[in-house]
């Protein structure tokens, strides 16, 4: 004789077997994959907002101390990315003083 366990379900899972398991297919689909996955989405897309929003503040922040000082920081601006660079190459270049 072997022993083994039985699976029993509930007597409205077996009245209603293929709404029970749509139900929990839907269930497991929508709030397993698919919610996770459209908040990941946004958070990134925020992230990214928010990083734009920075770079671009440092931007101008760099092109505040060229105008105040006169100089420029360029190991700030030569790292940045492509908008970055678009400003970099429309400044004039650094002054520099003649050496003695």
Same mark, same amino acid.
């Given at each position: 004789? !072997?022993?083994?366990?039985?699976? !029993?379900?509930?007597? /409205?899972?077996?009245?209603?077997?293929?709404?029970?398991?749509?139900?929990?297919?839907? /269930?497991?689909?929508?709030? +397993? #994959?698919?919610? =996770?996955?459209? +908040?990941?989405? !946004?958070?990134?897309?925020?992230?990214?907002?928010? +990083?734009?929003?920075?770079?671009?503040?440092? +931007?101008?922040? $760099?092109?505040?101390?060229?105008?105040?000082?006169?100089? @420029? $920081?360029?190991?700030? @601006?030569? #790292?940045?990315?492509?908008?970055?660079?678009? /400003?970099?190459?429309? $400044? =004039?270049?650094?002054?520099?003083? =003649?050496?003695?």
């Amino acid at each position: 004789m !072997v022993e083994g366990c039985i699976d !029993v379900e509930r007597d /409205f899972v077996q009245d209603h077997i293929s709404l029970y398991y749509n139900a929990y297919y839907c /269930f497991r689909v929508i709030f +397993i #994959h698919i919610a =996770p996955c459209c +908040i990941l989405v !946004v958070l990134n897309a925020l992230l990214v907002l928010t +990083i734009r929003q920075v770079r671009d503040q440092l +931007i101008t922040y $760099l092109l505040y101390f060229a105008a105040v000082t006169g100089r @420029l $920081l360029h190991s700030s @601006l030569r #790292h940045r990315q492509s908008s970055a660079t678009t /400003f970099y190459t429309s $400044l =004039p270049a650094e002054r520099t003083t =003649p050496s003695k």
